[in-house]
């Protein structure tokens, strides 16, 4: 398929991911069709498949980009003494707009699958920041899941509320006891996991 041409407006892209914004907002993610996308966007249909599968991919890089990358590392980081408050003040106000977004999709239309989509990246992230194959490890996964269900839960309500909490005062409130409390656990699986392996590669 040929490049669209370029032309004064701002990019398709662009346009493209505020229009899904704006349809959001009043209709289910069922709803939503790749012609009222290309329509409010000022482009033609080809065009939308040019840069995105269907309406489905769009809205998983509009996840992949509103996920903060560095909270859960930081949160670590700061669990196990590598990061002090100041960080957290710095950080955290820089994600809330992406985070905001994720709120907004979680209150939505679009919360049956972004919820899952959200949920499983989070994840991702937390397996990567704490060593663990969750999908080896039953206690893992059941901590992961009542973790993440818990923070998209509190996500979903600030939109509920139309943000009347801050990122950063969600943060406060929950820390650090729940984090110190979550992270001792993971711990755990982790040495249990690690023992496991060093059990498998001496009884080869």
Same mark, same amino acid.
């Given at each position: 398929?040929?490049?669209?041409?370029?032309?004064?407006?701002?990019?398709?892209?662009?346009?493209? *991911?505020?229009?899904?914004?704006?349809?959001?907002?009043?209709?289910?993610? *069922?709803?939503?069709?790749?012609?009222?996308? =290309?329509?409010?966007?000022? #482009?033609?249909?080809?065009?939308?498949y040019y840069y995105?599968?269907?309406?489905?991919?769009?809205?998983?890089?509009? /996840?992949?980009?509103?996920?903060?990358?560095? /909270?859960?590392?930081?949160?670590?980081?700061?669990?196990?003494?590598?990061?002090?408050?100041?960080?957290?003040?710095?950080?955290?106000?820089?994600?809330?707009?992406?985070?905001?977004?994720? #709120?907004?999709?979680?209150?939505?239309?679009?919360?049956?699958?972004?919820?899952?989509? /959200?949920? !499983?990246t989070v994840i991702?992230?937390?397996?990567?920041?704490?060593? @663990? !194959?969750?999908?080896?490890? !039953?206690? =893992?996964?059941?901590?992961?899941?009542?973790?993440?269900?818990?923070?998209?839960?509190?996500?979903?309500?600030?939109?509920?509320?139309?943000?009347?909490?801050?990122?950063?005062?969600?943060?406060?409130? @929950?820390t650090p006891e /729940?984090?110190? =409390?979550?992270?001792?656990? @993971?711990?755990? #699986?982790?040495?249990?996991?690690?023992?496991?392996?060093?059990?498998?590669?001496?009884?080869?």
């Amino acid at each position: 398929m040929a490049r669209p041409r370029k032309n004064e407006e701002s990019p398709v892209e662009e346009r493209l *991911e505020k229009a899904f914004w704006s349809l959001v907002e009043t209709l289910p993610l *069922e709803r939503i069709t790749v012609g009222a996308l =290309a329509e409010r966007a000022g #482009c033609n249909r080809s065009t939308f498949y040019y840069y995105y599968r269907d309406v489905y991919d769009l809205l998983d890089r509009i /996840i992949e980009a509103n996920m903060p990358q560095e /909270i859960p590392a930081l949160m670590f980081s700061h669990i196990v003494g590598g990061t002090d408050s100041v960080d957290f003040d710095v950080v955290v106000p820089q994600a809330q707009p992406k985070i905001d977004n994720l #709120c907004v999709l979680l209150n939505s239309g679009a919360s049956t699958y972004a919820t899952k989509r /959200i949920k !499983d990246t989070v994840i991702e992230l937390w397996k990567k920041v704490f060593g @663990l !194959d969750a999908a080896s490890c !039953d206690e =893992a996964r059941l901590v992961f899941e009542f973790v993440v269900n818990g923070l998209l839960g509190v996500m979903a309500y600030r939109a509920e509320t139309g943000m009347a909490v801050s990122i950063a005062e969600a943060v406060h409130a @929950l820390t650090p006891e /729940i984090p110190e =409390a979550v992270a001792a656990k @993971l711990r755990a #699986c982790r040495e249990a996991e690690d023992a496991q392996v060093g059990e498998a590669v001496h009884s080869a």
